[in-house]
């Protein structure tokens, strides 16, 4: 076997023109992201990268974030979950334990949502998405107050604006998920489309006074009035 070339200077290193904006655009997104096993995220970035995917990448970094104990999800990793996987109605099992565990997720947090859902091979995004926002909030209307917060095109702290059949899907499901809110309510609720002058579509400052008027005994006043202060 013939010896390698001797190195003289740096010169004679090839190095792939593209290779310093790799590194520089994976350690912006590692900062960010802040995976818990950098490994692991890492072969899951470069693998969305090399099929052109969508990346598990946080939008911006987390400071501070306030979330059950028991859980490991926060609201910009469901958002970033809700990016690579919202391209289809559905998506199967496999894929999604993929994601999830590109995202240094826990496994036992996922067979719960899985379980709560009874999903088959093929899971509806938008449910798994609901039961996502259900495990970030005590109770429907702050697990909606997450939904609308993630799925909204809206600035940070504005109305919080969502198509409404998406609120619908998303309400149905997690009312009907709750079991003790009778299906008059649900029904009334939906038939009587909550406006507010900030908004076109839904607006959650709108949701909040419905929701008012179907639960009371579950909603938090103090933390509501605040909400609707943003559009007032």
């Not at 960010?32 to 490994?39: F, G, K, N, S």
């Not at 839904?202 to 179907?214: G, H, P, R, S």
């Amino acid at each position: 076997m013939p010896l390698p070339d001797t190195m003289f200077c740096a010169q004679q290193i090839d190095i792939a023109q593209e290779l310093p904006d790799i590194l520089k655009n994976f350690t912006k997104a590692a900062v960010r992201t802040q995976p818990e096993d950098l490994l692991l995220w890492s072969a899951a970035y470069f693998t969305a990268l090399s099929k052109g995917e969508r990346l598990p990448v946080k939008d911006r970094l987390e400071l501070n974030v306030t979330h059950k104990t028991d859980s490991a999800m926060t609201p910009g990793l469901l958002k970033t979950l809700h990016k690579q996987l919202s391209i289809r109605e559905t998506c199967s099992e496999e894929e999604l334990r993929e994601k999830w565990r590109g995202l240094c997720l826990p496994t036992d947090q996922l067979e719960t949502l899985l379980s709560l859902g009874s999903f088959g091979s093929d899971i509806d995004w938008m449910e798994f998405f609901a039961l996502g926002c259900s495990s970030l909030g005590e109770t429907l209307i702050s697990s909606l107050k997450v939904a609308c917060e993630l799925l909204t095109e809206d600035e940070e702290g504005g109305p919080a604006r969502i198509p409404f059949d998406i609120f619908v899907k998303l309400y149905t499901y997690l009312a009907h998920l709750e079991g003790d809110m009778p299906q008059d309510h649900i029904d009334n609720f939906l038939g009587s489309r909550p406006k507010c002058r900030c908004c076109v579509d839904v607006c959650w400052c709108a949701c909040v006074n419905m929701l008012l008027e179907i639960k009371p005994s579950s909603l938090h006043l103090r933390a509501i009035m605040s909400l609707q202060q943003r559009c007032y």
